[in-house]
Structures are given as C-alpha cells and as structure tokens.
C-alpha cells in the first residue's frame, strides 16, 4: 500500500480533537499526516499506518 500526496485517508482510531480524516503531506519511508479538523501534523511509519487505516477516501481538493 503506497500512499500518495494530498490524499485522505480515515483512520480508526480518532485524534484528541475528534477528527479521524487525515490527509497525506509526505510520503518516503515514513509518512506525514495531517488532521483535517484542527490542522495538527503527526509522522508514523509506514507499517504502522497501514494497520491505522479504516478508508481512503480519494484526493483533497486545491481550495482545502
């Protein structure tokens, strides 16, 4: 599973601030995520986000 830019992903588990959308900032051997609903940045491991991923619901658009 490669994860690309701009992409959103839904994760299972929500973040502190209630959201569970994701989207793809950077992705090499690990992969940043930011949160949709607070803007907050977390880098995970590839392996580990994987596990994490409930959905991918497709690209962001250009005006988010």
Same mark, same amino acid.
């Given at each position: 599973?490669?994860?690309?830019v701009? #992409?959103? /992903? *839904?994760?299972?588990?929500?973040?502190?601030?209630?959201? %569970? +959308?994701? =989207?793809?900032?950077r992705?090499?051997?690990?992969?940043?995520? #930011?949160? /949709? *609903?607070c803007?907050?940045?977390?880098?995970m491991?590839? %392996? +580990?986000? =994987?596990?994490?991923?409930?959905?991918?619901?497709?690209?962001?658009?250009?005006?988010e």
């Open positions: 599973m490669i994860f690309e701009g #992409e959103v /992903l *839904k994760l299972k588990k929500a973040h502190p601030c209630g959201g %569970d +959308r994701f =989207k793809v900032v992705s090499a051997s690990d992969v940043k995520i #930011e949160c /949709l *609903k803007g907050h940045s977390l880098i491991e590839i %392996d +580990r986000l =994987k596990k994490s991923v409930k959905s991918r619901e497709g690209m962001v658009d250009a005006e």
